[in-house]
Nanobody, 122 residues
């Protein structure tokens, strides 16, 4: 059983900040490999925003480097996305993603949160 629940979306003015949270509820039989964030604008494909591995390595889209920070709390199975200096172009539905592997298995599966709307506008 894997469930991802997102929090923190909303309306913010340009230059403002938001913090997204994604809490993963998983069985002890599963291990988390990667958690991260993607976003998708209407009529466009879903794109990577930021990811963090179990080892703490991070990767960011060029458009958010220097403005967004992804972090992970392993004890809580939670990933965060701190978004600063928000721009109207950041307006999207943001989705949390987790790559989960059953203990003892070699294959991993992707799981997605429900999506949370971020709107940057005056």
């Amino acid at each position: 059983q894997v469930q991802l629940v997102e929090f923190g979306g909303g309306l913010v003015e340009p230059g403002g900040s938001l913090r997204l949270s994604c809490a993963a509820s998983i069985s002890i039989s599963f291990s988390m490999y990667v958690m991260g964030w993607y976003r998708q604008a209407p009529e466009k494909q879903r794109e990577l925003v930021a990811i963090v591995s179990s080892g703490g390595n991070t990767n960011y889209a060029d458009s958010v480097k220097g403005r967004f920070t992804v972090s992970r709390d392993a004890a809580k199975n939670t990933v965060y996305l701190q978004m600063n200096s928000l721009k109207p172009e950041d307006t999207d539905v943001y989705y949390c993603k987790a790559v989960v592997r059953l203990v003892g298995a070699t294959r991993s599966n992707d799981y997605w949160g429900q999506g949370t709307q971020v709107t940057v506008s005056s």
